[in-house]
């Protein structure tokens, strides 16, 4: 976790009226233990809304060096949204375009069931890639910022994130619809 002046602000009434943590583009949380490590089926939810403009900003990212395996979510300036699920010499990704440079808030999840990887914004299925790359959930991971132990940050975010939910299990429609109206009805989405 970041401490002292690497820590983004905590904003009380962010995102409609909700709080969020405030990423200004130096900060970002290190959620070392935060995650189930090598968990190979997972569900993830995130709650944002972007400042930035930078070209490959990630939500969360993280990286596992003995195995060179790694999860992230990021933001590019197309505008579009990329998951990314990799290993050295090899790769999987998923691809949505995404409007996230207009405002408003949006909810990003990526629900793993066994390596087949499906994506969504706002709730809309947006791609899906089937890998048997690294698929589990590396450890430590880095929230709004990719990070490479020991110590490396590259491409951090810039805006809010008001939510971020973790599953370790893939969701099912039901429960993902469910989830899904709980962060509609909660920020507006």
């Known amino acids: 976790m970041a401490?002292?002046?690497l820590q983004p602000v905590y904003i009380t009434s962010a995102i409609e009226g909700q709080p969020a943590f405030r990423f200004d583009g130096t900060k970002h949380l290190n959620a070392t233990g935060a995650f189930p490590a090598t968990v190979n089926d997972y569900s993830v939810f995130i709650v944002f809304r972007t400042s930035g403009t930078g070209n490959g900003t990630y939500l969360f990212g993280g990286s596992?060096?003995?195995s060179d395996k790694w999860l992230a979510l990021k933001a590019y300036t197309t505008p579009r949204l990329v998951?990314?699920?990799c290993e050295a010499g090899s790769g999987g990704n998923a691809t949505i375009n995404a409007d996230w440079f207009n405002g408003?808030?949006?909810l990003a999840s990526?629900?793993?069931d066994s390596g087949t990887i499906d994506f969504y914004r706002n709730g809309v299925f947006g791609g899906q890639t089937t890998t048997t790359c690294a698929y589990e959930l590396p450890s430590p991971i880095s929230i709004a910022a990719f990070y490479y132990?020991?110590?490396t940050y590259w491409g951090?975010?810039?805006g809010d994130i008001a939510e971020m939910v973790v599953y370790s299990r893939p969701l099912n429609s039901a429960e993902r619809a469910q989830l899904t109206a709980y962060f509609f009805n909660k920020y507006s989405i």
């Open 110 to 112: 990526v629900v793993n």
């Open 3 to 5: 401490t002292g002046e």
């Open 64 to 66: 596992d060096v003995a």
């Open 149 to 151: 132990p020991p110590v």
């Open 83 to 85: 998951f990314e699920s």
């Open 156 to 158: 951090i975010y810039t």
């Open 104 to 106: 408003d808030p949006m």
